[in-house]
């Protein structure tokens, strides 16, 4: 029998980190936390949706579509020689001093649209009714498709097959509704967010604590079963569900606030805490998350820290590696480690918590979290600028850094295909710059503690930079409703782009100054057979490449990969800068990593089992 994951008691004092590392049996598709829209919500809704936590609000919003009286009134455009003046979306960069547009709160109000709701469009539909009437119940070769080349994988004979003895056992557990074996919420549970990853699970189930994590997973291994951890399933590189026939444990039903120090802004909480919920409470204790993204809605705590998500605010407060303090674990054996810690500073040892940020699930189940949270700002500037090539952008970055310091919170750069894509497909959204023929587009969103000193801060460095030439048009957000539209078109581009039919998406870290080559390179490889668009965070190199079609091909996958990847470790880049490896890049680790660091970290050995 393999062995088991070693407890950290048992650990010599200066094992390595390639042994530590090796005493894991629970490959990394087998043992991980990543994100997921949609989550426990998504499986209960059409049964029985659960009550809302006091500082859930947030996210019950997120998951209800808008009304038709919630649209904003169509937009008053008008045109003053070459600028663009909106009565509605914000404040023309030449109209500085006019109006005072410095919002008061960093909120940003937007749907985010859960699986249970048709709105959600065509990937949810697509996920749901594959996944309802096409489960494979022979647990044979399951093969991974349209995200990258599909490959056979073979379901390792040494993991046990489920019987009725082991539900009974994990009904003694956790109680006949811990235990989901309804063939339509199991289904919605083998599916991930976009569709393109499919297991055979005939079982899922939910912990309402770490003791019950803890007897399911020492059951497991003792039982040899093979375990797929999921949270809110809002990944995109097919992490969060099985391969095979996997048991699903989901952390959703783990969402209590435990603590928080409103004197240094620690907050402690379980694993499967909603990210907006949490972003919630603590705004209303005057602080932030540091991590926001597109699918806080869904997406749960545990699982940005097993993948590392990155966001919106990493240029900012970096990544969770910096800000989280402490972690309780669940190994493979049922062993919890507990590095609850809420200290700032703790130099006894390894520090090993870090093993578990990042790692996907492969070491262990993240239980319960302790982040540290910045301070809320009272002060928020939202500025939507068009560029006329990639090299204004660039340089545009650089006087932001020099300019804007310590205030700058978000820097995002969008080509004219994102805006066209978000505009034809998302509803709701004004463009702020309608006629605009420009190339590019920039969001910057700046945070700080006093008003006039930063409003005067960015309207100095926005005219510079218009004299300059290096923006060519823009608005600035006057309240939060145009500041939430300005984000929408931004966070709303993933959403767009699974709604044209086939979508292949890359998240890569490149040096900026080569950072959309690659895109350029990719439209002349296809041609007119697809669009390709870029987009992502230009202040961390983090590119999100996406191709579109309007359905998955061969032909089209053979001219992305494996150029892609060879392009970006030719460039000395990362094939994931935030996303995480998953099922779709486990075998192209070497890519970014020396053979010595994959085999130390285990990823190449994710399609050994289960």
Not at 72 to 88: K, Y
Not at 324 to 336: C, D, K
Request: glycine share 10%; charged share 20%.
């Amino acid at each position: 029998k393999p062995s088991l994951l070693t407890p950290v008691s048992e650990f010599p004092s200066r094992m390595a980190l390639p042994s530590l590392l090796s005493h894991s049996r629970t490959r990394s598709s087998v043992l991980r936390e990543p994100l997921r829209q949609g989550g426990l919500r998504a499986l209960l809704a059409p049964w029985d949706p659960p009550s809302v936590h006091p500082h859930d609000r947030a996210a019950e919003r997120a998951c209800t579509p808008p009304s038709t009286g919630s649209s904003p009134p169509p937009l008053d455009w008008t045109r003053l020689g070459s600028r663009t003046i909106s009565s509605g979306a914000g404040m023309s960069l030449t109209q500085y001093g006019l109006t005072n547009h410095t919002l008061t709160s960093q909120r940003r109000s937007y749907w985010t649209l859960c699986p249970q709701h048709s709105s959600f469009g065509p990937p949810a539909e697509i996920a749901t009714k594959e996944a309802q009437h096409s489960v494979d119940d022979s647990f044979g070769v399951q093969q991974r498709t349209f995200g990258s080349a599909a490959e056979p994988i073979q379901r390792n004979p040494d993991y046990s097959v489920l019987n009725s003895d082991d539900v009974s056992y994990f009904k003694s557990i956790l109680g006949d509704n811990g235990v989901v074996q309804d063939k339509d919420r199991v289904a919605v549970a083998n599916v991930d967010w976009m569709g393109k990853y499919k297991g055979a699970s005939q079982l899922l189930l939910l912990p309402k604590s770490t003791n019950e994590v803890s007897k399911v997973l020492a059951y497991c291994d003792s039982r040899r079963l093979a375990v797929v951890p999921q949270g809110g399933n809002t990944g995109l590189v097919g992490g969060s569900v099985p391969v095979h026939d996997e048991v699903i444990v989901n952390l959703g039903g783990m969402d209590k606030i435990i603590s928080f120090d409103n004197v240094n802004g620690i907050l402690t909480c379980e694993a499967g805490c909603v990210l907006e919920n949490l972003s919630t409470f603590v705004e209303n204790e005057g602080f932030i998350m540091p991590l926001d993204l597109g699918a806080k809605g869904s997406c749960q705590i545990g699982g940005n820290i097993s993948t590392n998500a990155g966001g919106l605010r990493f240029i900012r407060y970096g990544s969770l590696h910096g800000n989280v303090l402490g972690l309780e674990v669940v190994l493979a054996n049922g062993t919890v480690l507990d590095m609850l810690t809420t200290l700032r500073k703790d130099n006894t040892g390894y520090d090993l918590k870090h093993l578990f940020v990042g790692s996907e699930g492969s070491l262990g189940i993240v239980t319960k979290v302790s982040i540290l949270t910045p301070a809320k700002l009272p002060s928020t500037n939202v500025a939507f600028l068009s560029c006329n090539d990639y090299m204004s952008c660039q340089k545009l970055l650089l006087a932001a850094r020099r300019s804007l310091g310590e205030i700058l919170s978000a820097f995002e750069f969008m080509d004219r295909q994102c805006i066209d894509l978000a505009m034809t497909h998302l509803e709701g959204v004004h463009n702020p710059l309608p006629v605009s023929p420009y190339k590019f587009y920039v969001l910057i969103e700046t945070t700080g503690s006093d008003e006039s000193y930063d409003k005067a801060k960015l309207e100095a460095f926005l005219l510079r930079s218009m004299e300059d030439g290096l923006v060519a048009d823009g608005v600035i957000a006057q309240d939060i409703s145009q500041a939430s539209n300005f984000w929408r078109i931004r966070e709303g581009i993933s959403e767009a782009s699974v709604k044209v039919g086939a979508v292949y998406k890359y998240d890569l870290s490149i040096p900026v100054e080569k950072l959309y080559d690659i895109v350029e390179e990719m439209r002349s490889r296809v041609g007119d057979t697809a669009e390709v668009l870029g987009y992502g965070h230009l202040g961390d190199g983090n590119l999100h490449l996406n191709i579109l079609s309007s359905k998955y091909s061969d032909n089209i996958l053979a001219q992305i990969e494996p150029f892609v990847y060879e392009w970006t470790a030719g460039h000395r880049g990362s094939i994931s800068a935030e996303h995480g490896l998953g099922l779709m890049k486990a075998e192209k680790i070497h890519y970014s990593k020396s053979p010595e660091a994959g085999a130390a970290d285990g990823f190449h050995q994710k399609v050994n089992g289960p």
